[in-house]
């Protein structure tokens, strides 16, 4: 694996230890700004103002507060520092859970894990994963902060992705119950209809950052020295006359029904 370890850690769970190392599985490709003063081209940089006086308030005399509507809690870094959890590289199996358990929308940021110089064990351990089709959930330490994250197996290779808490995830109950009547034998078919005139494969590549790569481009442009054609972009309008078809179908069944 040609990536850089981001972080290491042991996999425990009963009487087996397995080292792993962690790999991120997503990357930034964001174009990044600074801020230039417009003159000089020179970086400026973020001052902190108490905005009655408009001094500078340097970082000694700054509190990190809790600011409520009647009060302020005020804390010292080593009252804060005092609830990081201990450092620890243990990776604690809790559960073994039933494939399709935990939902997408717990998930959060995805790892790939690697050996960690025991490449025996690291394999055997992937390849139990795998066949069992369950997901692992684990809690370990990572950089001053506790997670919790579910191990499972992808193509071959386990990765780890870090969950949301249960105060985090919105509940489908708390949305408001759709209303309107109720939709007929005709309707629903026409609907499915729709659905499956766009069923296809999920063809990654064909879905890109249109602004980041305008973006890139718009540099590269001015990078070259070439004189820069401001365009506005044009509203792509659907030109799939089955879907309207289908559409205008669905429309006019309402209104007999």
Known sequence: M???????????????????KLYTAVTDRNVH?????????????????????????????????????RDRILFDDEELDALTPAPSRDIEVMHFLPPGTIDHQWYQRPYFLGPDGDVETFDAFAA???GSGRE??????????????????????????????????????????????????SEVRMATDLIEMYAADFEPERYQDEYRQRLEALVETKRSGKRVKVKPRRRQQPDDDIASSLKASLARERKRA
């Open 33 to 69: 700004f600074r801020l230039l003063d417009r003159r000089r081209h020179r970086p400026v940089h973020q001052m902190m103002i108490e905005p009655q006086s408009g001094k500078t308030v340097s970082s000694d005399d700054r509190h990190k507060a809790v600011v409520g509507k």
């Open 128 to 130: 139990a994963l795998a």
């Open 2 to 20: 040609s990536a850089r370890a981001v972080w290491k850690g042991v996999i425990g769970f009963g009487s087996e230890r397995v080292p792993v």
């Open 136 to 185: 692992g959930l684990v809690h370990w330490v990572m950089r001053h902060k506790a997670y919790v994250g579910a191990l499972r197996d992808h193509d071959g290779h386990p990765l780890l992705i870090t969950l949301r808490h249960l105060d985090e995830v919105v509940d489908a109950d708390a949305l408001e119950p759709p209303g309107g009547d109720e939709l007929s034998d």
